[in-house]
């Protein structure tokens, strides 16, 4: 009898298992179509709302409603970047018409020297339309723009300044601050060195890298979200945050912009100790005891529900709930799809985690139903919580990078 069991599960096992495996293959792919007809639902009724090219989409308004940015906002490039991404999926010419005109309108960014964001509204609007037109006056507009990213580049601290001189909501001043957003404006300057030949950009690339993984990022890989430096010296004065719970709590989106940016910087280097930093940041974040199932964190990791109730000096009494932060989650995704292809085996992992939120943020509890949350594809995201500022709304970037995942998921976007 037991004989006969063991043949009849040899048997039944790989059917079974082929049954098995088809539903999650077709449900993954219907996710993808479902999230693909939300986007194009959500986007043509925001193309319909605004035709005004000086406004920018960024998140909602308390009462719902699209909230629009101008042109300097550092979020401008994620909206056209969107377009080209929704472009890509479904290669219909209305979406690459929209991405051009709205890509188009930001051109006069190029000259842009008053913070360090240029490489997020640029890159990610130009930079994309390369992937799909070939333009020499978009490629010089690109070169220009990361002329202006590195007039902000101090080879004493060796790292672009972040932001102008200003008090920090820990109320000292910052001379010289460096953010870990910035390791996301890098791949701008790699680009303009592999156009011009110059090796200037890719130099203040590296070194702004080597900087920010020498005093950004703690002992378990966490990372500082501030560092501000002497600008005489170099030397760092104060390692703090501004949108995370506090100066040795790990912001989430913070941590995202980390393993993306380095990610990047060992695509176009090819030096192993930027995918190692990547890697490890990665394992902070996948392994962190205080990440929810769903993959989706927390706006930071350290907060817990009594902590920030009781112990931190910002009201946060109306909120009876720590908010999640999708796009510090799509970031990650997007990141780890990058990342797992240079490991090989080893990749495995961190694709499978990628693979996990994106299923998460493509759930009813993350996507937005049509025709809702002022037109954007995901909700709950938050911007800076210690500012009261953009706290579980949906975010232009989050929409950005989960659609970047989502073609990187595919294979239909390369590295």
């Not at 964001?117 to 990610?124: A, K, L, R």
């Amino acid at each position: 009898m037991q004989l006969k069991t063991s043949i009849c599960l040899f048997l039944i096992l790989p059917f079974l298992a082929f049954s098995c495996a088809m539903p999650v293959r077709v449900v993954e792919k219907s996710s993808i179509n479902r999230v693909i007809s939300v986007a194009e639902q959500q986007y043509t009724k925001m193309l319909e709302a605004n035709k005004n090219l000086t406004k920018y989409p960024r998140t909602t308004n308390i009462d719902g409603n699209t909230k629009y940015v101008g042109i300097r906002d550092w979020t401008g490039g994620f909206w056209p970047g969107g377009l080209w991404y929704l472009y890509d999926f479904t290669k219909e010419n209305q979406w690459k018409d929209a991405a051009v005109r709205w890509t188009e309108s930001l051109e006069q960014n190029q000259y842009n020297t008053s913070h360090h964001d240029i490489g997020f509204m640029m890159y990610c609007s130009y930079g994309n339309a390369l992937r799909y037109a070939h333009s020499k006056k978009y490629e010089d507009i690109l070169v220009q723009s990361a002329k202006s990213l590195i007039a902000r580049y101090n080879p004493v601290v060796k790292s672009i300044k972040s932001w102008n001189t200003k008090k920090s909501w820990a109320e000292n001043t910052w001379y010289f601050p460096v953010i870990i957003d910035n390791m996301m404006n890098l791949e701008l300057l790699f680009y303009a060195s592999k156009k011009t030949g110059d090796p200037v950009y890719r130099n203040v690339a590296v070194n702004h890298a080597e900087t920010t993984r020498k005093n950004h990022l703690r002992n378990d890989y966490s990372s500082y979200h501030v560092v501000d430096y002497d600008t005489l010296t170099g030397k760092v004065l104060f390692q703090q945050t501004n949108q995370g719970f506090s100066d040795n709590s790990q912001w989430a989106r913070g941590q995202a912009w980390g393993i993306y940016g380095f990610t990047v910087v060992y695509r176009e280097t090819r030096d192993k100790k930027f995918l190692n930093t990547a890697r490890e940041m990665a394992d902070f974040y996948i392994s962190n005891p205080n990440l929810p199932k769903d993959k989706i964190p927390y706006w930071d990791f350290n907060v817990n529900q009594a902590g920030y109730k009781a112990d931190w000096k910002y009201d946060a009494s109306k909120f009876n709930y720590i908010p999640r932060d999708a796009s510090a989650a799509a970031i990650t995704a997007s990141a780890l799809l990058e990342m797992s292809h240079y490991l090989g085996i080893e990749g495995k992992r961190y694709r499978n985690f990628a693979i996990e939120t994106l299923r998460s943020l493509s759930s009813p509890e993350y996507l937005a139903e049509p025709g809702t949350n002022g037109f954007f594809i995901l909700k709950h995201s938050t911007g800076s919580f210690p500012h009261g500022s953009e706290i579980d709304v949906p975010l232009v970037y989050a929409d950005y990078y989960f659609l970047e995942a989502l073609l990187r998921y595919q294979d239909k976007l390369s590295f």
